[in-house]
């Protein structure tokens, strides 16, 4: 015959195991999965319109407002027709923060430049003030800044590069022609836009 401590012992144990297995069928599906509207906003993908926006502001460097965080002042010193760019008095200033203070920046036809420095250093922000045309370079001069993939589309790859390439030509045409009307058939920047339309226009 069980003893009355020991059936007490063989109760609570029995009680226990029916416990942790209830435990596990919680675990293993039993619980409702999480949907976006139990996620907080801010932790939501952002699958949405207006959410790409605001991911993209945040990578551009922009408040809500879409102004800039950034800061810079500089001074043009090369010819505005030339090939090479000199802005002196550069600086750049990100949220209060000075990243560079009454320097010389110089881009040379024909050279390439690799930026150097610590993570936060400002490499990418003087960047994407170089890109935003935040600095006085002349609108002669290409900017391609590769930031990021190509944004979400409903063309195909060869489709996507297909169409930019053609966006630009059509961009560099109608810049030959203000250039054509506004400084005439000498201009030596002519030269080079229709020397990289023919190259766009043979690929």
Request: net charge negative; charged share 30%.
């Amino acid at each position: 015959m069980v003893s009355a401590s020991k059936a007490a012992r063989l109760a609570k144990r029995a009680d226990g195991d029916s416990k942790k297995k209830l435990g596990k069928g919680k675990k293993s599906g039993t619980e409702s999965p999480q949907v976006d509207s139990d996620v907080p906003a801010d932790d939501q993908p952002a699958t949405t319109t207006e959410k790409m926006k605001e991911v993209e502001k945040l990578t551009a460097q922009m408040d809500k407002h879409g102004l800039s965080d950034r800061v810079t002042t500089g001074v043009l010193s090369s010819m505005e027709s030339s090939r090479d760019v000199k802005v002196t008095s550069a600086s750049l200033v990100f949220h209060g923060k000075v990243l560079i203070t009454d320097s010389t920046l110089e881009l040379n036809f024909g050279r390439r430049y690799g930026l150097l420095g610590e993570n936060g250093c400002g490499k990418s922000t003087l960047l994407k003030a170089i890109a935003h045309r935040e600095y006085p370079i002349p609108e002669h001069i290409d900017i391609y800044l590769l930031n990021e993939g190509a944004p979400p589309t409903e063309l195909g790859a060869l489709e996507w590069v297909v169409t930019e390439a053609q966006n630009q030509l059509d961009r560099m045409e109608k810049q030959a022609e203000d250039i054509l009307e506004e400084q005439g058939p000498d201009s030596p920047i002519l030269e080079d836009l229709y020397d990289v339309s023919y190259l766009f226009s043979h690929r």
